[in-house]
């Protein structure tokens, strides 16, 4: 599936963005069968994971640096994955890629390897 990442930009200590990830293509491959997930990679470190939804929407997951102020989703029916960025710090400042695991039935996986589908990443910039 083919992965469009949107609603990066700059923004203060304490603001929030709401990035968007939206699928295309791969005609016979259910939008509904993928497990979804958010990574980051901020400059000189390691892409981490940060957050991911169940193929079901049912369950979600969260690193602990984000958990509480992050929120993911999903919209099947827009092919969308959302990610919603609340009280957002300076740490959070990375370029956020989106990742898809098509027929995870189990809880996603939080390492990158695990996912063959990746989009192009939004830059997010919190300044202090």
């Known amino acids: 599936v083919d992965l469009v990442e949107s609603g990066g930009g700059l923004v203060q200590a304490g603001g929030h963005l709401r990035l968007a990830c939206v699928a295309s293509?791969?005609?016979?491959?259910?939008?509904?069968?993928?497990?979804l997930a958010w990574f980051r990679q901020a400059p000189g470190l390691e892409r981490e994971f940060v957050a991911s939804?169940?193929?079901?929407?049912?369950?979600?997951f969260y690193a602990d640096a984000v958990r509480g102020r992050f929120i993911i989703s999903r919209d099947d029916d827009q092919r969308t994955m959302t990610l919603q960025m609340n009280n957002l710090k300076v740490e959070d400042t990375a370029v956020y890629f989106c990742?898809?695991?098509?027929?995870?039935?189990?809880?996603?996986?939080?390492?990158?390897?695990?996912?063959?589908?990746w989009g192009q990443g939004t830059q997010v910039t919190v300044s202090a």
């Open positions: 990742a898809a695991d098509w027929g995870r039935v189990g809880p996603p996986h939080t390492a990158g390897h695990e996912y063959e589908d």
């Open positions: 293509g791969r005609v016979g491959r259910t939008f509904g069968n993928y497990a």
């Open positions: 939804i169940t193929w079901n929407g049912q369950h979600s």
